[in-house]
């Protein structure tokens, strides 16, 4: 009797444990599908799209060519997921900047030469430029949210402030990230890629504190 007793206990607990390995495994599955994801997000951003391959970029993260496709259709697939990645980090890390903190440390020598952990739009614009359309979708939507994160709340007052203010910050976006694409199109000891991002810093915060004291100053309750 106590011996059908204990073999009934036995039978009970494997299938508990079955299921509980399986939970593990999809967790994991997921943390290598996201280690992938980082990983090919900072080669993309040092190398472009076609710089590196499949191969490569799993060897790089630490798996064999043959687990990519337990995880992703195609190379497309992944390059749009970590392009996607890339920008939603570079927005993450904008927000709570003002306009003038973010031109300081974004039009400067360390990011220039940080290519990996820089921006994806300063990094890849050109690329994407020649990708199809879920990619270039996917940038534009990294995008806007850059757009939004650097649009001070006070900004959306009004229609007619609204739409200033994101002139604004589109322009201010734009220059930077042009001074870092022709700084890096230069060699990393040429003059002339610090003079660019010397230059380019300059006239961004320039032109911002002008358009600030373009406002009108705010009234007092008593006015």
Same mark, same amino acid.
């Given at each position: 009797?106590?011996?059908?007793?204990?073999?009934?206990?036995?039978?009970? #607990?494997?299938?508990?444990?079955?299921?509980?390995?399986?939970?593990?495994?999809?967790?994991?599955?997921?943390?290598?599908?996201?280690?992938?994801?980082?990983?090919?997000?900072?080669?993309?951003?040092?190398?472009?799209?076609?710089?590196?391959?499949?191969?490569?970029?799993?060897?790089?993260?630490?798996?064999?060519?043959?687990?990519?496709?337990?995880?992703?259709?195609?190379?497309?697939?992944?390059?749009?997921?970590?392009?996607a990645?890339?920008?939603? $980090?570079?927005?993450?890390?904008?927000?709570?900047?003002?306009?003038?903190?973010?031109v300081?440390?974004?039009?400067?020598?360390?990011?220039?030469?940080?290519?990996?952990?820089?921006?994806?739009?300063?990094?890849?614009?050109g690329?994407?430029? #020649? $990708?199809?359309?879920?990619?270039?979708?996917?940038?534009?939507?990294?995008?806007?949210?850059?757009?939004?994160?650097?649009?001070?709340?006070?900004?959306?007052?009004?229609?007619?402030? $609204?739409?200033?203010?994101?002139?604004?910050?589109?322009?201010?976006?734009?220059?930077?990230?042009?001074?870092?694409?022709?700084?890096?199109?230069?060699?990393?000891g040429?003059?002339?890629?610090?003079?660019?991002?010397?230059?380019?810093?300059?006239?961004?915060?320039?032109?911002?504190?002008?358009?600030?004291?373009? $406002?009108?100053?705010?009234?007092?309750?008593e006015?």
């Amino acid at each position: 009797m106590s011996i059908d007793i204990y073999v009934c206990l036995t039978v009970e #607990r494997r299938p508990k444990k079955g299921r509980l390995d399986m939970r593990v495994t999809k967790a994991q599955a997921e943390r290598n599908r996201a280690h992938i994801v980082a990983t090919a997000s900072r080669l993309f951003r040092e190398r472009g799209y076609d710089g590196v391959g499949v191969a490569e970029l799993m060897a790089e993260a630490g798996f064999t060519h043959g687990g990519f496709y337990k995880h992703f259709r195609s190379k497309a697939d992944l390059m749009a997921e970590a392009s996607a990645s890339g920008l939603s $980090q570079t927005a993450a890390r904008t927000e709570g900047l003002d306009a003038a903190e973010f031109v300081e440390r974004y039009v400067s020598r360390e990011h220039r030469d940080g290519r990996g952990d820089g921006c994806t739009i300063a990094a890849l614009s050109g690329d994407a430029a #020649r $990708q199809p359309e879920d990619i270039k979708t996917e940038f534009a939507a990294g995008i806007e949210s850059l757009l939004t994160a650097l649009q001070a709340p006070s900004d959306a007052a009004g229609d007619a402030d $609204q739409g200033a203010a994101r002139t604004k910050v589109i322009d201010m976006l734009a220059h930077s990230v042009g001074a870092i694409m022709l700084s890096r199109a230069c060699p990393d000891g040429s003059p002339l890629a610090d003079e660019i991002l010397d230059v380019c810093r300059k006239e961004i915060l320039a032109s911002l504190a002008h358009g600030d004291s373009d $406002q009108p100053a705010a009234r007092s309750p008593e006015a």
